[in-house]
């Protein structure tokens, strides 16, 4: 789970990381009225996204006066910000947030967050602050510096040392840093985050160190235990279908291809939407309906899939292991008549009663193409699709 930058430094500031004064608002009236609790003649206005990248689309603006403020704030409330990660949609901007400036000597990066491969909390800084890590990484790999945590001790002082010396930091500077640091660690396990980052952290004229920016993604299994941290959540800013899917216990991850993808296991999801990609099709979707689906998910699983637009075709891959074939088969023709079904549907089924899943398939008056192999399934269904898209 996300949340939004000013909720983020909200969380931040009570774990005593230091953070730009600032106000949320969701009015151009109201940007207004915040610049007279914000000291100062320049403000910066900032478009409030699940996504990074905002300053390169129009969603930072720097404010010279309270006109400016008050006609950025008005562009940017009510419209969509798009950038590289939210998609060519974007995101609904319904709130800005108005902040202090501050005259900048340095820009750094720092974040933590759990290192799977370790199994340990790491913190990753570098010098290059204010720029995509990714691309820092990849240019200039030798400017990133990673630090990893031993659970048994914790972060120690000499470790937050190691890292302000790396990021050529001295003086107070070095305990603002701890500070940060430590503030940093207690946030992540005291609220089960996965990744807390800082970007640009800042050292401003006066060297003091602040969070100019903040993101932080939870872990979702763990979002239910904090019901702090559940009031933050923005469904406006996550996609419906992925929300619906939740409600039905279907794992749903939204693609920009055409042909919509039902399989019951994650793995096999990912073999199946390979096998899409390699006979020239796109996926549309991930959507794993679990082991032990049933009729009704089926049918659930259809409208999600139904609901994307661009959807030409439809691919099911089912593994009947725990759940019949045959259960299954009747589950899609049930689902095929609901929903109304207007687009081609090729059902791959394997395992127990397949031989009368598929029977029950090709002697249904849907349509439904009953493949014999998955390589099969793949091939009918990308040919389907793009008949489909010459409006054949």
Known sequence: MNIH???????????GIAAPQGEMVTTAEDAVLATQDIPGNIWVVKAQVHAGGRGKV???????????????????????????????????????????????????YLSVLVDRATERVMFISSVAGGM????????????????????????????????????????VQIRALEKIMRGMYCLLLEKDA??????????????????LDAKINFDDNSVALHSDIADLRDE????????????????????????????NGAGLA??????????????????????????????????????????KAVLVNIFGGIVQCDVIAKGILTAVDEVHVQVPVVVRLEGT?????????????????????????AEQVVELASNEGKGA
Not at 94 to 105: D, M, R
Request: charged share 25%.
């Open 194 to 211: 996965s990744q807390i980052e800082i970007n640009p952290l800042v050292e401003t004229d006066d060297g003091e160190l602040l969070a």
């Open 58 to 108: 129009g969603g930072v603006k720097l404010a010279k006066n309270t006109d400016e403020v008050k006609q950025y704030a008005s562009d940017m409330l009510g419209s969509r910000l798009v950038t590289k990660q939210t998609g060519t949609e974007g995101l609904p901007i319904e709130s800005v947030l108005i902040e202090k400036t501050y005259p900048i000597k340095h820009e750094f």
């Open 236 to 263: 406006g800013q996550e996609d419906e279908k992925e929300n619906k899917a939740q409600e039905f216990d279907l794992n749903y991850i939204t693609l920009d291809g055409t042909i919509g993808c039902m399989v």
């Open 5 to 15: 930058e000013y909720q983020a430094k909200q969380l931040f500031k009570s774990f």
């Open 270 to 311: 990912m073999a199946t939407m390979d096998l899409v990609k390699l006979k020239g099709g796109s996926p549309a979707n991930f959507l794993d309906v679990g082991g032990g689906t049933t009729p009704e998910k089926v049918c659930e699983a259809f409208k999600l899939i139904l609901s994307d637009k661009n959807v």
């Open 353 to 377: 009663n397949a031989e009368k899943g598929r029977e029950l398939l090709n002697n249904s008056s849907f349509g439904v193409v009953a493949a014999d192999n998955l390589a099969s399934a």
């Open 132 to 171: 995509d890590i990714e691309e820092v990484a990849e240019q200039s790999p030798e400017k990133i510096i990673t630090l990893l945590i031993n659970p048994a001790a914790g972060l120690q002082s000499y470790q937050c040392r190691q890292v302000a010396f790396d990021l050529s930091l001295q003086g």
